[in-house]
């Protein structure tokens, strides 16, 4: 066992053990469907939860990516153990770029969604939102940007602290 893997104490059961894939003196990375190891982790035991997902773009990154219209759904199974998995006074902090519904200058607003979702139905509480800004992003998508020029350039991630 790696000094740093701290997983392993707070697995159900520790026969369900997942091996770092590396580790150093003040954490180790688990190269796994972050859903199963979720599954695996005892009630009320972890303080902190912060997450990038991958968002609900129109042009799919290789790893795979929910469209908007199925994101919500997809995401609140990760809450619904992030919720059980969290101290009473715990935190996540879920960082959300933005994305447009297919072939149309129109916003999606699945991260709105997602945030009214799992504060009325998974009673996640909404500390404070940020945005994370970043000129230095691509302009896109290229047709209302660039080609046309009805949109500017989306700098902005939300940042959900609940
Ligand atoms: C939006 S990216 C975040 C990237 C990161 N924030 C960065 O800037 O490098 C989402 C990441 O989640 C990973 N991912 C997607 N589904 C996953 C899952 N079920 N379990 C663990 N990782 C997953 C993807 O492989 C990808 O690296």
């Not at 990038?52 to 290789?62: C, D, G, I, V």
């Not at 908007?68 to 935190?91: C, M, Q």
């Not at 940007?145 to 609940?162: A, E, G, Q, T």
Request: charged share 25%; proline share 5%; with cysteine.
């Amino acid at each position: 066992m790696g000094k740093a893997d701290f997983l392993r104490e707070l697995l159900i059961d520790n026969n369900n053990y997942f091996a770092p894939y590396y580790s150093k003196n003040f954490g180790s990375a688990y190269l796994n469907d972050s859903l199963d190891i979720l599954k695996n982790i005892r009630d009320d035991c972890v303080n902190l939860i912060l997450t990038s997902p991958p968002f609900a773009l129109t042009r799919k990154k290789e790893y795979g990516n929910k469209s908007a219209d199925e994101y919500v759904e997809w995401f609140l199974e990760f809450a619904k153990e992030f919720r059980r998995i969290l101290v009473e006074d715990g935190s996540l902090v879920i960082d959300l770029g933005g994305a447009y519904l297919p072939g149309r200058p129109v916003r999606s607003i699945y991260q709105f969604e997602l945030l009214v979702r799992m504060c009325k139905e998974l009673k996640f509480n909404l500390a404070q939102e940020f945005y994370h800004y970043n000129p230095a992003r691509l302009p896109a998508p290229a047709e209302w940007v660039n080609v046309k020029r009805i949109r500017v350039k989306d700098s902005v991630n939300v940042v959900w602290w609940l």
